[in-house]
Every structure is written in structure tokens, then in C-alpha cells.
């Protein structure tokens, strides 16, 4: 908000205090008004002093499917969308009745890096999003996917989320949970996230071909498991696992497990008890090749009616520069809205890290992109999931506006 519309609001809600019952020349009116003023003015600076800070205000919707007008909160942490979401609340087009079943599946959401998809439990939507901008979200182009298209509401089991998700245009975030809003801010869906399970990074070697190394080090210990294992780490990326705080796992650049610490808590803090990795010289399990990641070719303009195009694909991890020959894309049309394009390359026992060269790939489907994201497999891969590779946009390449 500019300066002049913040003089604006200031003007109004000072201006314009609520009218008086008495009569105009009554001394008690003026008092009332100036009193109003008084009590406009204060109220108008909180709301700009709150709006310089950089707060943004959203209405709290409390218990009810509606918001209650004239109750705000300030909203100031950026929301996390990305990942899978299970829908607890929608309403109808008045936000008073709910349209949820709870003897029936209750349908999902999973936002991923621009692309939305879904399911009823009857029908499929898939759709594209941009990234919030503080409060703001708009799902007007989310549809039913063209296979699910026909489906009429009254013989499917689950309710029209995707006309509701349509009008989406604000969101907010209560005790942990996703509201979804209209424009006017009524409350059209209330969500709680999926629980992800966790998947251990897999090491590039047979489990004979791995040595424990216990740790004897000095005090005193450390505040948290990553600050204990870190000078041991050299230098790779750490990941926790959500479920045991006793391990730490150090990773490659190609995801794949590095050390595989052990760790324990004493009175004074973490301690490092030891750590496997894979032995030196150990070969990778035979017939495994590398994953290789692609990215879009520049100079093309891909449309829903592509039938192919070009990527450039390069080895994820180490190899002295050299990507090496690239298989044969394995395409996997699946369901939910994606296309699937995985490369793997022969494998390698490492080099150097200067960066691989990348090789040009023709892709092509054998039918139209439609209105489905295209993303790279291996970003599926729980190795390469968190890496540069795949973040931020979670493995989509391209997606249909």
C-alpha cells in the first residue's frame, strides 16, 4: 500500500465516524462525535502503523465456517503449501453448510511446485497455481482432469470441491491447519497436512561393502545432533530422521547416503557415537545405473498440444565433467495431472565435480502434453528429492498456464 492510500484509509475512518441519534446543534452530539473522532483516528493509526510495519491483516475465522467480521490477527509468516493435504471442512457457495461426508473418503490435495492435483475419491483435478504472495492465492483454473470430466456430481461419491476451489482467492493458516478463502474471505476449505513417511537415503554400496567407525571425541556436547556430526561430515548436506533423533545421515550430491551417523543425548548435549559408510573402493550393486536430471532445452514453446521436445540431461552425481550416454527417457503418463520423464546414465565409480556436460534429448510422448505438468522422475527418488536438483520446484519443468 502506497502513500496516498494510506491517507486515504486514514481520511475515511476519520472522516466518517459513525452517526450521531441526537441533534445537531445538541452540545452532547458534538461530544459524542468528537469522542468518535477521537477513537476513529486512534483506530486509524493502529491499522496504518500495523500496515507500515509490514503486518497483513486477515480475518479470523474462529470455530465457524464463516469469518467473524470484525475480529482481525495479523498474519505475518509465510505458508509452506508444498506437499500433500487431506480436506477436514468445505463448504457451499453460502459458506453455512458444510459438504463434507464423514462416511465417505475425505478428498485430497497435493500442492507441488505450481501444479495442483487432487482426488474426490470419484473424480481426479489437476490445475496450476502461482507461488502466494502474503495472503493471496487463486485456484480459478483448477479442472477436473479430461478422463473424469464427464462424471456427473449427483452419481459421484464426493463432493464438487472443484468448482469450490475455483473461487479461491486468500489463504490463512490456524493451529496448523490451511484455510482456503474466497474473495470476500468466507472460508471454503479448511485442510491438515498428510503425513509424509520418511525414507532413509540409501547408500551406493551392498551392505558387506559398509564399515562402522566408532567416535571417541572430546566434550563437550552440542545443542543439537547436526552441530555434533558436522565437523565429520565433510561438508555434505544433513538429514535428520523425523522418528529417531539418534540418527543423522550426511549425503551426497546425488542424494544417495554418504555417513550414517550415531548419535545420543547426555546431560551436557548431543554426542557423535560413530557412523557407517560405505568402504573405500566399494562398488555400486551391479546393473544400478546413475540417475541423470533433466531440464527443458531453451527456445521452445511448449503448448498443451506438444507432442515432444527437447531437454538437456546431465549426470547428478561427480563424473570429472562428463554426463556420459544417456538411456532412453522412461515416460510415465500415471494419474494426477503429471507426465513423468526419467534418465539414468552408465554408472561410475566418481571423479571430480567441475559439473557434467549437458546432453541434448529429444522427448517424445507419442501424444499430447494437454493440460499435465511435466516433471522429472528422479525427483521422485528419495536420493535427489532434497537436493539442488529438484528444489524448489519439486521436479516440475514445465507446467500449463
Known sequence: MNETELHNVFVTLTRNPAPSRYGVGSVRAASTRRKRQKWSALGAAVVIGSLIAGTTWLF???????????????????????????????????GDKSLMDAKKQAPSLRFDG??????????????????????????SNVRRVPSDASIGEDACAGPPFDKRLKDVRHISEADGKLQLHAENWMIIAVLERADAPFTA?????????????????????????????????????????????????????????????????????????GYTQCREGAARPSGD???????????????????????LVTRS????G??????????????????????????????????????????????????RALVDGQCSNTNLATTAFCTPSRGVRWAAQ
Request: proline share 12%; with cysteine.
Open 201 to 273: 537415503p540409501a547408500f551406493p554400496c551392498s551392505e558387506s561393502d559398509r564399515q562402522p567407525t566408532d567416535l571417541d571425541v572430546p566434550g563437550p556436547g552440542q545443542p543439537t545432533p547436526e552441530k555434533a556430526v558436522g565437523p565429520y561430515a565433510d561438508g555434505r548436506q544433513l538429514v535428520l530422521d523425523p522418528s529417531n533423533p539418534n540418527v543423522v545421515y550426511a549425503v551426497n550430491a546425488d542424494g544417495s547416503a554418504y555417513r550414517t551417523f550415531r548419535v545420543s543425548r547426555q546431560t551436557d548435549g548431543w554426542w557423535p557415537d
Open 322 to 371: 562428463v554426463t556420459g550416454d544417456v538411456s532412453e527417457p522412461v515416460i510415465d503418463f500415471g494419474t494426477g495431472g503429471k507426465i513423468s520423464v526419467s534418465f539414468t546414465v552408465p554408472h561410475s565409480d566418481g571423479g571430480s565435480c567441475p559439473g557434467n556436460d549437458a546432453v541434448r534429448v529429444t522427448v517424445r510422448l507419442g501424444e499430447p502434453i494437454g493440460y
Open 114 to 139: 505450481g501444479v495442483l492435483t487432487g482426488n474426490s475419491g470419484c473424480f481426479k483435478i489437476a490445475g496450476t497455481y502461482e507461488p502466494p504472495t502474503g495472503d493471496r492465492l487463486d485456484l
Open 317 to 320: 552425481g561427480c563424473n570429472s
Open 289 to 311: 545405473p546413475d540417475p541423470a536430471i533433466w531440464e527443458l532445452a531453451p527456445g521452445q514453446n511448449l503448448t498443451a498440444d506438444s507432442t515432444e521436445f527437447d531437454v
Open 60 to 94: 479470523n475465522p474462529g470455530d465457524s465456517p464463516n469469518p467473524a467480521p470484525n475480529i482481525l490477527v495479523p498474519f505475518n509468516e509465510p505458508i509452506d503449501l508444498e506437499g500433500d493435504w487431506v480436506l477436514t471442512t468445505l463448504t457451499d457457495a453460502t
